[in-house]
């Protein structure tokens, strides 16, 4: 049982280099997220995708881009990386945003930029 | 504004003895309130939910959750802790907003050392 797959697990970027961060998830789950964790602040929710080709900012979203490549796929981007986005990011999936079920997070990616 | 509050970094208990890890929230309307646990290098796993009904809501590995309506709490609690639960526990919250999405908002987290 695969779940939520994220890739790649570590990455090391200079400042101003580009980057996505795949996630893929094996449960037919119709919305997925991206978050990032940072020490003493928990989680917060960078952009989630409601459902196949839609996409919404969610409290940190800038500096950041997605894509919802399809229903098993949800990819985030930094298009020139900053030391402050050093962070373990998360991606999770649920059934759909409105029920009341967990989220389901895979492993994450931890990333340092230097 | 919605918000979750974890009063304590860490908390540190011997094995076999009783844990609580407490959570206290703050929404406008009914509270979805959440526990997820951390194992290092991996990803957030459920541990138990509350949506409506009994205010004690047992959940996966012995933990069971408390809410209470008019202390705004929802505290984590185990009757015997074991080394292995050992980990970052964390408090979510869901505002009951009809339609649209609600989001989940988490707390900053609090270590749990169990010590043999």
């Known amino acids: 049982n695969a779940g939520v797959t994220q890739t790649p697990k570590f990455q090391v970027l200079k400042t101003g280099q580009s980057m996505t961060l795949q996630c893929a998830q094996d449960m037919n789950h119709n919305s997925m997220y991206w978050y990032r964790q940072d020490p003493g602040m928990g989680l917060r929710l960078i952009y989630y995708s409601a459902s196949e080709g839609t996409t919404d900012k969610g409290e940190v979203p800038n500096g950041y881009n997605v894509s919802r490549l399809n229903k098993r796929e949800f990819s985030l981007r930094l298009e020139s990386a900053a030391p402050s986005q050093t962070s373990v990011y998360f991606c999770?999936?649920?059934?759909?945003?409105?029920?009341?079920?967990?989220?389901?997070f895979g492993d994450g990616t931890r990333l340092s930029i230097l | 504004a919605q918000s979750v509050a974890q009063p304590e970094d860490q908390v540190n208990v011997a094995e076999g003895n009783p844990l609580t890890v407490k959570c206290t929230y703050s929404v406008s309307g009914n509270p979805y309130l959440f526990w997820y646990v951390q194992y290092p290098n991996r990803g957030l796993q459920f541990l138990l939910k509350y949506i409506t009904g009994d205010n004690l809501v047992k959940g996966s590995y012995g933990f069971e959750a408390e809410f209470n309506k008019s202390q705004t709490s929802f505290h984590l609690k185990k009757p015997s802790a074991l080394v292995s639960d050992s980990a970052l526990y964390f408090c979510a919250v869901r505002d009951d907003v009809a339609g649209g999405y609600n989001k989940l908002i988490f707390g900053a987290g609090t270590r749990l050392a169990v010590h043999p």
């Open positions: 999770a999936s649920s059934p759909t945003v409105t029920t009341i079920v967990p989220q389901h």
